[in-house]
T-cell receptor
Framework: EADIYQTPRYLVIGTGKKITLECSQTMGHDKMYWYQQDPGMELHLIHY???????EKGDLSSESTVSRIRTEHFPLTLESARPSHTSQYLC????????????FGEGSRLTVL | DAKTTQPPSMDCAEGRAANLPCNHS???????VYWYRQIHSQGPQYIIH???NNETNEMASLIITEDRKSSTLILPHATLRDTAVYYC?????????????FGKGTKLTVNP
């Protein structure tokens, strides 16, 4: 059973606000990821991390930033939200020895008005 | 450049086997085939993976052709809850999931 949690599940916020999407896992996984997915569209990797103090940008350019201060925690921040940031954000983690098997959280659906 | 090709959609009757094909003609010798599914905007769920032998678990079976250029995911007795988008992915297990490309997948609809 995967133990990876995202909060909030749903967030409606006004333009210009700063938001942080939380992601935590209790499996001790070194690798963590953020994907972005619009309704009915493909998943796109926007950030990933190999471990503490490691962060990299993914295939899709994003104005969001991430940090990895603790192994279990990988928050995503938008300094100034815009309507174009409206999307679903999915967090995932994997063990280093089997990076093909990702464990996903339930997602955070962000709507920026 | 897509590493896998899947039909965009398929239908299956409830209780029947669902056979989802995937072409991966450029797969390299040490790459594995992974299958995931995503049920209506939830996070994708890992199903199964294999290298060259057929694999079976409690969710599904994976049949990989001898030349490894294609594979089939089999749900032996599909239920309505199996309606989802199914993704076939080719990757190295130790390669780092930054290379995990989900693509468009196959939307499977299980009909009553």
């Amino acid at each position: 059973e995967a133990d990876i949690y995202q909060t909030p599940r749903y967030l409606v916020i006004g333009t210009g606000k700063k938001i942080t999407l939380e992601c935590s896992q209790t499996m001790g996984h070194d690798k963590m990821y953020w994907y972005q997915q619009d309704p009915g569209m493909e998943l796109h990797l926007i950030h990933y991390s190999y471990g503490v103090n490691s962060t990299e940008k993914g295939d899709l350019s994003s104005e969001s930033t991430v940090s990895r201060i603790r192994t279990e925690h990988f928050p995503l921040t938008l300094e100034s939200a815009r309507p174009s940031h409206t999307s679903q954000y999915l967090c995932a983690s994997s063990a280093s020895w089997n990076t093909g098997e990702l464990f996903f959280g339930e997602g955070s659906r962000l709507t920026v008005l | 450049d897509a590493k896998t090709t899947q039909p965009p959609s398929m239908d299956c009757a409830e209780g029947r086997a669902a056979n989802l094909p995937c072409n991966h003609s450029t797969i390299s010798g040490n790459e594995y085939v992974y299958w995931y599914r995503q049920i209506h905007s939830q996070g994708p769920q890992y199903i199964i993976h294999g290298l060259k032998n057929n694999e079976t678990n409690e969710m599904a079976s994976l049949i990989i052709t001898e030349d490894r250029k294609s594979s089939t995911l089999i749900l032996p007795h599909a239920t309505l809850r199996d309606t989802a988008v199914y993704y076939c992915i080719v990757t190295l297990p130790q390669g780092g999931s930054e290379k995990l490309v989900f693509g468009k997948g196959t939307k499977l609809t299980v009909n009553p």
